[in-house]
Nanobody
């Protein structure tokens, strides 16, 4: 069973940056598409960024477009989310998973942006 492990979260002031990482363990298969989700306090989990296909095409939620960048390392089966110009509304627990949520959810990594 694939295990997803997220890391890199923390506390940062508004306008700051963080870089999140996601590693997939226990798989010998190439995972073609991956996404980053976030769940703000009291809200549903939302998909904020995806990367897929051999060409690495990306998509972003409007709320993070221009500030977040998703990338991947196919050899290491890792995915990163570079988050710049962070806002308090970016606060939440960040998870990685496929766009379909194909795997069990990891524990996520907490991102807290103070104003």
């Amino acid at each position: 069973q694939v295990q997803l492990v997220e890391s890199g979260g923390g506390l940062v002031q508004a306008g700051g940056s963080l870089r999140l990482s996601c590693t997939a363990f226990r798989t010998i298969l190439r995972i073609n598409a991956m996404g980053w989700y976030r769940q703000a306090p009291g809200k549903q989990r939302e998909l904020v960024a995806t990367i897929n296909g051999a060409e690495g095409s990306t998509n972003y939620a409007d709320s993070v477009k221009g500030r977040f960048t998703i990338s991947r390392d196919n050899v290491k089966n890792t995915w990163n989310l570079q988050m710049n110009s962070l806002k308090p509304e970016d606060t939440g627990v960040y998870y990685c998973n496929t766009p379909r949520g194909s795997y069990s959810w990891g524990q996520g990594t907490q991102v807290t942006v103070s104003s």
